[in-house]
């Protein structure tokens, strides 16, 4: 089969490799679709991934092809997309369907081959139906909508209420969409640029506030006439954004961080202070799994997509490159501004 197999920085190959051949209890999918992660970016453009060479990806749709021995759960010809989490399913959290936070886990396209191929070989269990209703394309993109989703659940999220969505990348357009499908009162995002911001209006964000405007805290306060938000979500990673989180939230506000920094912050005491006075809770969340496995956000996703309420159009989708040119794809994401949603990579092989 054909492959984009990551040697090491900046050395990503479209090479042929062995067809990997299902186990006992494991199903073969022919991959259609695949999306470049923005946690795959690093993988391969900054030499960040637990192994050398390595096939990435983990966000696909695709088609079950084979299946191993012991197969019951899944067919031949079954249109599925990647569940990409393996956890053991026998430690306590696993036992309490906290499948995110098990230790003993794998995961598809880090710690095993992804789906940068035109086949992957995954556990049953890893594969969730894709609905006929659904394409291909948008089954590349379920696995991200299922994060938003997760936050909301995580946060006991109850429509009425007014919620902030901090950054509007991937997983923040979703988590707005979510908000609106659930009936959030407000909506209100906020990301440097505009453009985003825009894609964010047209997912259902009722307020789209830029950072680049020099009063954007007190636009955002003046939303709620000063009371704040009742939910805080920080899909941006961005330090300087979760600095101010804990100035958005309502007395009573779940404050929600589901990106990651990577450096590290310092809360002066008048911003930290709020959490006391105002009785906030700050949680996070890890993924997109509760049980059962997968959990009820991969139905709800399947249902959304499929009645049409979750919107998963060219807004989110960038764009679409062969698989042959992976290596392009990742060279985009070093000009500053350049990708604007998910890229996904075509791994159907033609001609
Ligand atoms: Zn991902
Ligand atoms: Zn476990």
């Known amino acids: 089969m054909y492959a984009a197999v990551t040697y ?23 991959v259609k679709f695949s999306g470049i992660c923005g946690s795959d970016v690093p993988r391969v453009n900054k030499g960040a991934a637990h192994m050398y060479p390595m096939i990435f990806g983990h966000e696909f749709s695709g088609v079950v092809d084979a299946v191993g021995e012991g197969v019951t759960a899944r067919s031949v010809g079954d249109r599925v997309v990647g569940v990409p989490l393996v956890p053991c399913l026998d430690c306590p959290d696993c ?14 396209g880090s710690r095993r081959q ?9 556990p049953q269990k890893n594969v969730f139906p894709l609905d006929p209703g659904i394409s291909f394309e948008k089954g590349a993109l379920f696995e ?17 209420k007014d919620a902030v969505v901090i950054g509007c990348g991937t997983v923040g357009l979703f988590t707005i969409q979510w908000l609106r499908i659930m009936g959030a009162r407000r909506i209100a995002a906020v990301n440097r640029s505009r453009e985003k911001l825009k894609l964010a209006g047209k997912m259902g964000a009722s307020d789209l506030i830029s950072t680049l405007d020099e009063d954007y805290m007190e636009q955002l306060a003046a939303l709620t006439g000063g009371r704040g938000f009742d939910y805080v979500f920080d899909a941006s ?57 997968p959990g009820p956000e991969w139905e709800m996703t399947s249902a959304c ?32 501004g350049e990708i604007k949603g998910r890229v996904l990579l075509n791994c159907e092989i033609t001609g």
């Open 8 to 30: 090491g920085t900046d050395d990503i190959r479209f090479e042929t490799c062995d067809t990997p051949v299902p186990g006992p209890g494991e199903v073969r999918v022919k």
């Open 95 to 108: 036992a309490r369907g906290d499948y995110a936070l098990c230790t003993r886990y794998s995961f598809i």
């Open 114 to 122: 992804g789906s940068f191929a035109e086949y992957i070989v995954l």
């Open 144 to 160: 991200p909508a299922t994060i938003g989703l997760h936050a909301l659940f995580h946060t006991d999220f109850r429509g009425g």
């Open 237 to 293: 990673g961005s330090e300087e954004m979760m600095q101010q989180d804990f100035l958005l939230g309502a007395n009573k506000a779940k404050i929600c961080m589901i990106g990651t920094p990577a450096r590290d912050m310092t809360f002066p005491p008048r911003i930290w202070k709020k959490i006391n006075w105002r009785e906030m809770s700050v949680t996070g969340t890890w993924m997109s799994y509760s049980a059962p496995f």
């Open 305 to 336: 997509l499929k009645n049409g309420s979750l919107v998963c159009d060219d807004a989110v989708i960038d764009r679409v490159l062969p698989l042959k040119d992976a290596a392009d794809a990742f060279a985009l994401y070093k000009i500053p």
